[in-house]
Nanobody, 121 residues
Framework: QVQLVESGGGLVQAGGSLRLSCAAS????????MGWFRQAPGKDREFVAA????????NYADSVRGRVTISRDNAKNMVYLQMNSLNSEDTGVYYC??????????????WGQGTQVTVSS
């Protein structure tokens, strides 16, 4: 089992930045690829970004590419999501996930409880 706890969400004005963090505990964190997903009210959960177990390979949704950076620190069992130039479309609950590398939520076995991000215009 891997336990994931997100933090860093909040209310931010459009154009602002946020850095989300995800703390992992349990099984060896570095064995897993990590991803971030988000879910807006009334919408399906959607992929945001993913990073391979060693941090070498990353992938981003088209909607966030160039504005968002995913990173990880295996020594600290942490994964991060730096988000810049936020807009109202970025509002939602952000989830950290651990599992196999990919953009489909079904490849991830472990999920955090989510952290709310609200972007005001």
């Amino acid at each position: 089992q891997v336990q994931l706890v997100e933090s860093g969400g909040g209310l931010v004005q459009a154009g602002g930045s946020l850095r989300l963090s995800c703390a992992a505990s349990g099984r060896t964190f570095s064995n897993y690829a990590m991803g971030w997903f988000r879910q807006a009210p009334g919408k399906d959960r959607e992929f945001v970004a993913a990073i391979s177990w060693g941090g070498i390979t990353t992938n981003y949704a088209d909607s966030v590419r160039g504005r968002v950076t995913i990173s990880r620190d295996n020594a600290k069992n942490m994964v991060y999501l730096q988000m810049n130039s936020l807009n109202s479309e970025d509002t939602g609950v952000y989830y950290c996930a651990g599992g196999r590398y990919g953009s489909i939520y079904t490849v991830y076995d472990y999920w955090g409880q989510g952290t709310q991000v609200t972007v005001s215009s």
